[in-house]
C-alpha cells in the first residue's frame, strides 16, 4: 500500500511523529479548507505532503510555511 511505503520512508529518514494519511478527491477549494482544518487542530511543526493533479494551491502552501508547517508538494509536471 502506498501510505505504508510512505510511513516507512519518514521513519528510516528518523522522522519523529504522527503520520496521518488522507486520500481525496475532491474540488480544490474543498481540499484547501480540508488543509485549513487540519492546520487549525495541528501543533506547529506539522508536515504535510499533498500530492496533486492540478495546481492553484499556492495561497495554502505560504499559509503552511507562515504558520511553521511543513509542506512537500508533489505534482503531474506535464501539467505545468
Do not use: C
Not at 7 to 27: F, H, N, P, R
Amino acid at each position: 500500500m502506498v501510505s505504508d511505503r510512505i510511513v516507512g520512508s519518514l521513519w528510516q529518514k528518523d522522522y519523529k511523529g504522527t503520520v496521518e494519511i488522507t486520500l481525496m478527491k475532491k474540488a480544490i477549494e474543498s481540499l484547501r479548507r480540508r488543509i485549513k482544518l487540519w492546520m487549525d487542530v495541528t501543533r506547529a511543526p506539522g508536515n504535510l505532503l499533498l500530492i496533486s493533479g492540478g495546481g492553484g494551491f499556492a495561497l495554502t502552501l505560504m499559509d503552511l510555511e507562515k504558520f511553521f508547517h511543513n509542506a512537500i508538494l508533489t505534482y503531474n509536471e506535464a501539467l505545468f
